[in-house]
């Protein structure tokens, strides 16, 4: 069709006459599958290890046919991509093999033939029978979590037995688990992992000379959980773990900040003020503890007036609707 945008990926002039877009691509991308059924070009070099087979990966993709230029399906549009978990959540083989081939930050296309993708009876009406597709992918990030859910399913016996890096790498990767999911607004399940991530902590002894270690692991899971329950509208609980921070490091800016905010919600303002009173000569020109003792002010001014109109309302002379007759 004249005036039609190239296929993604495919130049210009490419290849032998006669030859289609896809097959011109073909000619110089790279056989991952050793039987060149799912080809790969980078786009964008990635960097780190690459993707895991039991990883939970957070990726952008668009998958287009063949002389079409929109995508038949994509998830660019999405403000927050869903995590998905390799042998779960992707039904498409060939984009198993694709992910498992980048980094993180990876941009990378592939083409996918269809015993890698949808088969010899396509996916109607969407996709044709016997059909090679593009997938354009840009790996965001990926986390294990085999190895984390392995770990937590042990008994406290058994995981004594791990050397003390290898706890501390679990609760780091419950934590970033919990980190995505309060991303995605999904607090219930973001404090469920930030929990069980403490409970591993909590129940791991130490030598001295590495007990700093799980303490500042601890902090930054207490901390998470004050937010979260802050969010779950749960101020008390969200108080508790502030305060518990505070044990650890007692002049935690952002753990004085939680508690303030949870004091706040509570409507125990002399406690509120002297929280962020705290945290603000901790950080003098933090935005957002400075912001909060402007909120308590308010609120602390309108309760007063409403105090006082209580006060006056309680006590001024009643009026009994009676006259005085005159004789």
């Keep these: 069709m004249v005036g039609r945008a190239p296929t993604p990926g495919v130049p210009r002039g490419a290849g032998a006459p006669g030859q289609s877009p896809y097959q011109r691509l073909s000619q ?8 060149r059924g799912v080809l790969k070009d980078v786009v964008r070099e990635g960097a780190g290890e690459l993707v895991t087979p039991d ?8 998958g287009y046919l063949e002389h079409m230029d929109k995508p038949f399906d994509s998830n660019c549009f999405r403000k927050t991509p869903r995590l998905m978990k390799l042998g779960e959540d992707i039904t498409l083989w ?7 081939s980048m980094r993180r930050g990876e941009v990378a296309r592939f083409l996918f033939k269809p015993t890698y993708a949808y088969g010899k009876l396509g996916c109607p009406p969407l996709i044709p029978p016997n059909t090679t597709v593009l997938f354009e992918i840009e790996l965001l990030d990926f986390l294990d979590s085999a190895e984390s859910d392995k770990f937590c399913a042990l008994s406290a016996v058994q995981q004594d037995q791990f050397p003390l890096q290898k706890v501390l790498k679990v609760a780091a990767t419950e934590r970033e688990f919990g980190n995505y999911l309060f991303r995605q607004n999904r607090f219930y399940d973001a404090k469920v992992r930030y929990k069980r991530a403490l409970l591993l902590l909590r129940r791991r ?37 502030g305060e518990q921070a505070l044990i650890i490091d007692p002049k935690n800016a952002k753990a004085l900040f939680r508690c303030g905010q949870a004091c706040l919600l509570m409507t125990e303002y002399q406690k509120a003020r002297d929280f962020l ?6 950080q003098p020109f933090n935005h957002d503890i ?3 003792l402007k909120k ?23 009026d009994t609707g009676f006259t005085v007759e005159e004789n």
């Design 290 to 292: 400075n912001n909060e």
């Design 277 to 282: 009173v705290q945290a603000q000569q901790e």
């Design 205 to 241: 002894s130490a030598p001295p000379g590495e007990q700093h270690l799980v303490e500042a692991a601890r902090l930054l899971i207490l901390l998470n959980l004050s937010f979260v329950y802050l969010k779950l509208e749960r101020p008390t609980t969200a108080l508790h773990y």
């Design 55 to 62: 990883a939970s990966v957070l990726v952008k993709y668009s």
């Design 296 to 318: 308590l002010a308010s609120c602390y001014k309108d309760y007063t007036e409403k105090e006082k109109e209580m006060c006056h309302r309680m006590f001024a002379p009643c």
């Design 94 to 100: 060939g984009m198993e093999l694709g992910l498992l």
């Design 28 to 35: 110089w991308m790279l056989d991952i599958s050793g039987d």
